[in-house]
């Protein structure tokens, strides 16, 4: 008896830990992640253009992530799976795509032509494990996710496209 229980109760504190840090990794698919781009990039580079197309691209993809999601209007896996665990809000409203998975694609799309090659795989990393963790608290289907990441790649290369024009145009 007394095993069981403390079995129960390691599992609920490792259950604790992995939403906390869930919870974090989740934030870098919020609209913080293109402003944390944005003054990284003014900080390090000092390019404001680069850094306020980062923030426009990231808004834009938010704003049309939610858009595909009232165009295709699939619900999230807790419709489909009622038994599901979700560990972040209710679990409720449209899933695909994951606003979160694209908009951390977009920042990261746009990070990777500023930061050392060395670094550009933890960039890459940092957005696939945002749609990592969508799925595992339960709020995306891996579908979504894949989809969130695409929608955000090529939103990042569109912004980036628009940067280069823009320069090119008035910067020269």
Do not use: N
């Not at 698919?29 to 944005?38: I, N, R």
């Not at 999601?69 to 999230?76: E, Y």
């Not at 890459?124 to 989809?147: E, I, K, Q, S, T």
């Not at 790649?153 to 912004?159: F, N, P």
């Amino acid at each position: 008896m007394r095993i069981t229980k403390s079995m129960k109760q390691s599992a609920k504190h490792f259950e604790i830990r992995v939403d906390t840090a869930f919870d974090a990794v989740i934030q870098l698919g919020t609209l913080a992640a293109p402003v944390l781009v944005a003054i990284a990039i003014v900080a390090f580079k000092r390019d404001w253009l680069l850094a306020g197309a980062v923030v426009a691209t990231g808004v834009v993809t938010w704003l049309t992530a939610k858009g595909v999601k009232q165009l295709v209007a699939r619900d999230r896996p807790r419709v489909y799976l009622p038994h599901i665990v979700v560990r972040d809000g209710d679990g409720s409203g449209l899933g695909f795509i994951s606003g979160h998975s694209a908009v951390a694609a977009s920042a990261a799309m746009m990070a990777i032509v500023v930061v050392p090659k060395r670094w550009r795989l933890a960039v890459v990393a940092l957005a696939a494990l945002v749609g990592v963790a969508r799925v595992v608290v339960g709020v995306h289907f891996p579908m979504d996710v894949v989809g969130g990441w695409s929608f955000g790649v090529l939103t990042g290369l569109g912004g980036l496209a628009v940067a280069g024009l823009v320069r090119s145009r008035y910067y020269c």
